[in-house]
């Protein structure tokens, strides 16, 4: 089936390439960039509307890029008038002429703030926080007021369609099987450390957040539900400029940041760091009903206390060799350490709810840790449309955790009966090496061919023992020897090469057609708490299609249908034997027979831009097959999980997005997502599952308002109602949360306090049910977090002007998702 679809490909590029050539030229695209003219500063996420001359209903509208730049794309020969409107600004208006087949390039378009507006308002105004595309959605950050004081994963929890619970994980459309990125790359986050990760990294480094839902062929299919692309800040001004800042936060937080820059014709340089340090408490229960083989009932209530401390760095620079070549060298370090404490008391009831037994268990979880991530990246601008671009990037995890378990057992007298005390340690570590290169070639403004090759290598190593300990009075003597170890040595292989063919037929339609292909080589040596040694080795070959299609309905909307196949490969603690003793009536671990995912998604997306409102829905469908789920079931009166390849699933759903200017001062961006899941039954250990459906939904709105000058505030709330899992299901949600932010002397000093979770509701509650048992756990473990964060910028700036370089091609009709980051 494969090799049809290579051969159906290669008949599609020769037709589209012979229908481009015979096609006849009478069209042409209009592009420019929007400055400051006071400050010379690039302006972005700009509304630009073009209408036909003589006309008051849009033609084509678009927004200008990260770097001020706009463009329009298959504008049919004629008069037009090109408006421009921005808040805090006074609105641009020209008539242009546009000739057949020429590029018209307006050059940098200088606005001028609107001083009546000055009195009242901030003169940058409301910038536009989402930016819609038809292959993409990015939320922009860096001017967040929530931003103050908040971590990468804070951020996370305000974009749309993406959830962050409160251990780390993140979901994208309710899938966990989800790749996050660093500035497009993989920078050495996996399932298992991102959570970490994330914590650590300061939300000021962030610029914004792009939601990649369907890839195309030239990037990895990893990830069943998309991709997450965290973009730092890289911002370009002449001299020197920085900033600082410090923040406290409630209960016992406090946080410490900042940066310099540099920036010259040739070279452009930064530096941040970012020191955290917080804490919080929380509570949890949990209630199980045991059938067999006799009822009985075990129930639990835990007192949580989680913090942890940490410093994050960042540098790097880009040197321009001339106007062709740019020279890149970035990387990012982090030191840090986690702790966790948990007071758990269990009371085991009898079938009449008697008390039988009760006992009281103090784990304690130091965790220390540090990574680092370099890149090297290589540009060459053959010529306009026309590209080489390479990477070589290197990283590596050092983890130590060390875990301590004390508990007592009572008789239903409450009197001693047993004691018992265990140590868990051990190192985990792991390392990445990663080398993409991508061609791009744009034969003209009807088709580019896009190809690359991309080579990542991983190791992990791990060893875990546990040590029990003999009473010795009030104290313990720690045997020398472990009791159980077990140990994991992982090595991973990804070779890939892609292709792409982006065109259009016409005006009104337009096509990507991809092709990707990647070996994987995995082989690793597991020993499990019975000391069973397990040597696993795997190699597959596998086809990724992609395939775009994308039609103009009418100026200003577009419509796409979309598809990909993607895979979601077991990884880290997925496929680790470890087995997590942190409570023990509930014991955790990895399954090495795990095999991977394979998904395949369709999409209809539907986009409506305008100058005050931009509209966006999708419709996707996705089928996966050998779906991983932790299963649990009881033995001995324990419950243990495990994962395991079940069943096979489907999701579909309905994901609504609007940005609205209601006035000229305050702005909001929704987002609804509908989808329904369905779960095929499955046996397991002799016992057969029946088959899981519902249907759930989430909504979030995010609003900002300016007050005056200087003086700005945001109000965010979201609302996630209960869905299904493999064995039961999650309980709904809410939360909302309040910011404020003030600036003074001309913006150098900034004052912002946000209130996080402010109703106190954010709590994960569920229900789980198996072969024998039925049980209920709540957990709240953070409650109201208030924020205050002071900040200092100094140094010049006021940017400079660039040497003009080619203005890229920004069109809103584009489905190219081969972006370079």
């Known amino acids: 089936m494969n090799f049809r679809f290579l051969i159906l490909l290669a008949i599609a590029f020769c037709i589209g390439s012979q229908v481009l050539e015979a096609e006849t030229n009478n069209t042409g695209k209009i592009n420019g960039r929007l400055i400051d003219r006071e400050t010379k500063n690039v302006l972005d996420y700009v509304n630009v509307t073009l209408y036909k001359k003589g006309s008051t209903k849009p033609y084509k509208v678009t927004i200008s890029d990260s770097k001020g730049t706009f463009a329009f794309s298959d504008v049919a020969i004629g008069s037009y008038s090109l408006e421009i409107g921005f808040i805090g600004y006074l609105s641009y208006n020209k008539i242009i002429e546009l000739s057949a087949g020429n590029e018209l390039n307006l050059g940098d378009i200088l606005l001028k703030t609107d001083s009546k507006l000055l009195n009242t308002v901030e003169v940058k105004g409301i910038r536009s926080n989402m930016k819609l595309e038809i292959d993409k959605k990015t939320f922009s950050v860096d001017q967040s007021i929530a931003a103050a004081g908040a971590n990468a994963s804070d951020i996370l929890k305000d974009i749309p369609s993406v959830e962050v619970d409160a251990e780390g994980t993140i979901s994208l459309r309710n899938s966990e099987s989800v790749t996050v990125w660093i500035n497009g790359k993989p920078s050495g986050l996996t399932s298992d450390n991102r959570g970490q990760v994330l914590e650590q990294m300061p939300a000021e480094n962030i610029d914004r957040v792009e939601i990649i839902t369907n890839p195309s062929a030239k990037?990895?299919?990893?990830?069943?539900?998309?991709?997450?692309?965290?973009?730092?800040?890289?911002?370009?001004?002449?001299?020197?400029?920085?900033?600082?800042?410090?923040?406290?936060?409630?209960?016992?937080?406090?946080?410490?940041?900042?940066?310099?820059?540099?920036?010259?014709?040739?070279?452009?340089?930064?530096?941040?760091?970012?020191?955290?340090?917080?804490?919080?408490?929380?509570?949890?229960?949990?209630?199980?009903?045991?059938?067999?083989?006799?009822?009985?009932?075990?129930?639990?209530?835990?007192?949580?206390?989680?913090?942890?401390?940490?410093?994050?760095?960042?540098?790097?620079?880009?040197?321009?060799?001339?106007?062709?070549?740019?020279?890149?060298?970035?990387?990012?370090?982090?030191?840090?350490?986690?702790?966790?404490?948990?007071?758990?008391?269990?009371?085991?009831?009898?079938?009449?709810?008697?008390?039988?037994?009760?006992?009281?268990?103090?784990?304690?979880?130091?965790?220390?840790?540090?990574?680092?991530?370099?890149?090297?990246?290589?540009?060459?601008?053959?010529?306009?449309?026309?590209?080489?671009?390479?990477?070589?990037?290197?990283?590596?995890?050092?983890?130590?955790?060390?875990?301590?378990?004390?508990?007592?057992?009572?008789?239903?007298?409450e009197k001693i009966i047993n004691k018992s005390y265990q140590i868990q340690t051990g190192p985990s570590n792991s390392e990445d090496w990663d080398f993409k290169a991508d061609y791009s070639k744009k034969f003209s403004e009807r088709w580019k061919l896009e190809a690359g090759v991309s080579s990542e290598w991983q190791h992990k190593y791990s060893d875990n023992d546990i040590f029990n300990g003999i009473a010795n009075g009030d104290d313990w003597t720690i045997l020398s020897i472990p009791d159980v170890s077990s140990g994991f040595d992982y090595d991973e292989q990804e070779n890939a090469i892609y292709g792409t063919l982006t065109g259009k037929i016409n005006s009104k339609f337009g096509y990507?057609?991809?092709?990707?292909?990647?070996?994987?080589?995995?082989?690793?040596?597991?020993?499990?708490?019975?000391?069973?040694?397990?040597?696993?080795?795997?190699?597959?070959?596998?086809?990724?299609?992609?395939?775009?299609?994308?039609?103009?309905?009418?100026?200003?909307?577009?419509?796409?249908?979309?598809?990909?196949?993607?895979?979601?490969?077991?990884?880290?603690?997925?496929?680790?034997?470890?087995?997590?003793?942190?409570?023990?009536?509930?014991?955790?671990?990895?399954?090495?027979?795990?095999?991977?995912?394979?998904?395949?998604?369709?999409?209809?997306?539907?986009?409506?831009?305008?100058?005050?409102?931009?509209?966006?829905?999708?419709?996707?469908?996705?089928?996966?097959?050998?779906?991983?789920?932790?299963?649990?079931?009881?033995?001995?009166?324990?419950?243990?999980?495990?994962?395991?390849?079940?069943?096979?699933?489907?999701?579909?759903?309905?994901?609504?997005?609007?940005?609205?200017?209601?006035?000229?001062?305050?702005?909001?961006?929704?987002?609804?997502?509908?989808?329904?899941?369905?779960?095929?039954?499955?046996?397991?250990?002799?016992?057969?599952?029946?088959?899981?459906?519902?249907?759930?939904?989430?909504?979030?709105?995010?609003?900002?308002?300016?007050?005056?000058?200087?003086?700005?505030?945001q109000i965010s709330g979201s609302y996630s109602a209960p869905k299904i899992l493999a064995q039961g299901k999650n309980e709904g949600f809410y939360t909302m949360d309040l910011g404020l932010r003030k600036s003074f002397f001309d913006s150098k000093i900034q004052v912002s306090i946000n209130a996080k979770n402010i109703l106190n509701s954010f709590k994960m509650e569920n229900s789980t049910w198996g072969q024998g048992f039925y049980q209920e756990t709540s957990n709240h473990y953070f409650g109201r977090d208030i924020r205050l964060n002071l900040t200092w910028n100094f140094g010049n700036l006021k940017p400079k002007q660039k040497p003009k370089r080619r203005i890229e091609e920004n069109s809103e009709n584009s489905i190219d998702t081969g972006n370079e980051y």
């Open 219 to 413: 990037f990895s299919p990893e990830g069943s539900a998309g991709i997450i692309n965290i973009i730092l800040k890289k911002e370009r001004k002449s001299g020197y400029y920085g900033s600082l800042s410090a923040g406290i936060n409630s209960p016992w937080g406090k946080n410490f940041g900042g940066n310099i820059n540099y920036s010259s014709t040739t070279l452009d340089a930064y530096a941040n760091i970012g020191l955290r340090d917080d804490e919080h408490d929380g509570y949890g229960s949990s209630k199980r009903q045991i059938y067999l083989p006799d009822t009985s009932y075990l129930n639990s209530n835990t007192k949580m206390n989680r913090g942890g401390n940490g410093l994050f760095m960042r540098t790097g620079f880009d040197y321009h060799l001339n106007k062709k070549h740019t020279l890149s060298l970035s990387g990012f370090a982090m030191d840090g350490s986690h702790n966790s404490n948990n007071d758990i008391t269990y009371d085991y009831l009898d079938k009449s709810n008697n008390l039988s037994k009760k006992q009281k268990r103090v784990s304690k979880s130091d965790t220390k840790h540090n990574n680092y991530n370099i890149t090297m990246d290589y540009l060459w601008e053959i010529a306009e449309g026309h590209s080489l671009q390479a990477s070589l990037s290197h990283g590596k995890q050092i983890n130590t955790e060390n875990d301590t378990y004390d508990q007592t057992s009572y008789d239903s007298t």
């Open 512 to 713: 990507q057609l991809g092709l990707r292909g990647e070996q994987t080589i995995v082989s690793f040596y597991a020993t499990d708490i019975n000391g069973a040694d397990t040597p696993v080795g795997k190699k597959y070959f596998d086809f990724f299609p992609t395939i775009f299609i994308n039609y103009n309905i009418a100026e200003g909307s577009d419509l796409q249908i979309n598809y990909s196949k993607r895979i979601n490969r077991p990884r880290g603690r997925q496929i680790n034997p470890f087995v997590d003793i942190s409570d023990s009536t509930s014991i955790k671990s990895g399954n090495p027979d795990l095999n991977p995912e394979y998904a395949h998604s369709f999409e209809i997306n539907y986009m409506k831009n305008g100058q005050k409102h931009t509209f966006s829905s999708s419709v996707y469908y996705r089928m996966t097959d050998h779906v991983i789920q932790n299963i649990q079931y009881m033995e001995n009166g324990i419950m243990y999980q495990k994962p395991s390849n079940v069943t096979n699933s489907t999701a579909s759903g309905l994901e609504l997005v609007s940005k609205d200017k209601i006035i000229k001062t305050f702005e909001t961006t929704s987002t609804v997502n509908l989808y329904y899941s369905t779960m095929e039954a499955f046996t397991y250990r002799n016992y057969k599952y029946e088959g899981t459906n519902g249907f759930s939904w989430n909504a979030r709105i995010n609003g900002t308002m300016i007050f005056s000058k200087g003086f700005s505030g």
